[in-house]
């Protein structure tokens, strides 16, 4: 069975940095896409950044020149460094990936790690 890990989350102030970190286990053949998304207390669950197989990379505008998104193929896990902090980043943040597995080509998600901005 496929599972994602997110790890990296806490409490930081304003102007801090986190990075999180996603790990794909189980029977994995490959993984396509992954993705970070959050959603902030009372609102819809929104796209923070994804990355392709390739490296190709895409943000959201309210994170461009503040957050970056990477991955390590061999390791199954992709990250999400996050810069400038702002109390509005303030969320649980999931990550996203499209795994070819035993079942063929699903969407995973993690379960959410809580991210907190705030002094």
């Known amino acids: 069975q496929v599972q994602l890990v997110e790890s990296g989350g806490g409490l930081v102030q304003p102007g801090g940095s986190l990075r999180l970190s996603c790990a794909g286990s189980?029977?994995?053949?490959?993984?396509?896409?992954m993705g970070w998304y959050r959603q902030p207390p009372g609102k819809q669950r929104e796209l923070v950044a994804a990355?392709?197989?390739?490296?190709?990379?895409n943000y959201a505008d309210s994170v461009k020149g503040r957050f970056t998104i990477s991955r390590d193929n061999a390791k199954k896990t992709v990250y999400l460094q996050m810069n400038s902090l702002k109390p509005e980043d303030t969320a649980v943040y999931f990550c996203?990936?499209?795994?070819?597995?035993?079942?063929?080509?699903?969407?995973?998600w993690g379960q959410g790690t809580q991210v907190t901005v705030s002094t």
């Open positions: 996203n990936a499209d795994v070819k597995s035993w079942n063929g080509i699903r969407a995973y």
């Open positions: 189980g029977v994995i053949f490959s993984i396509y896409d």
């Open positions: 990355i392709t197989s390739g490296g190709s990379t």
